[in-house]
């Protein structure tokens, strides 16, 4: 089992910036791909982006240009570096890992971060 812990989220205006973290502890050594979603009320969650265990990125085209992902494998850590905010990123944002586990792929979530852009 992976447990992970969201944190950096908080209020900021519009065009600011945001860097969120993620801590991973457990079966670390498992994880494959790690990634961030979202969700705003009334609407389902969201990939955001996600991040391979070499590196390999991929973003929602609605974040490219704006968010940056990356992790660091010898620390357990991954992080979203948001930019240019937009009212419409507000959500809570998870961290998730993939990960291996008794011959199966399994997920793990954490708790969420709120991020809400107002002015």
């Known amino acids: 089992q992976v447990q992970l812990v969201e944190s950096g989220g908080g209020l900021v205006q519009p065009g600011g910036s945001l860097r969120l973290s993620c801590a991973a502890s457990?079966?670390?050594?498992?994880?494959?791909?790690m990634a961030w979603h979202r969700q705003a009320p009334g609407k389902v969650r969201e990939l955001v982006a996600i991040?391979?265990?070499?590196?390999?990125?991929k973003y929602a085209d609605s974040v490219k240009g704006r968010f940056t992902i990356s992790r660091d494998n010898t620390k357990n850590t991954m992080h979203l570096q948001m930019n240019s905010l937009k009212p419409e990123d507000t959500a809570v944002y998870y961290c998730?890992?993939?990960?291996?586990?008794?011959?199966?792929?399994?997920?793990?979530w954490g708790q969420g971060t709120q991020v809400t852009v107002s002015s």
């Open positions: 998730n890992a993939d990960y291996i586990e008794g011959g199966s792929m399994r997920r793990d």
């Open positions: 457990g079966s670390t050594f498992s994880i494959n791909a």
């Open positions: 991040i391979n265990s070499i590196g390999v990125t």
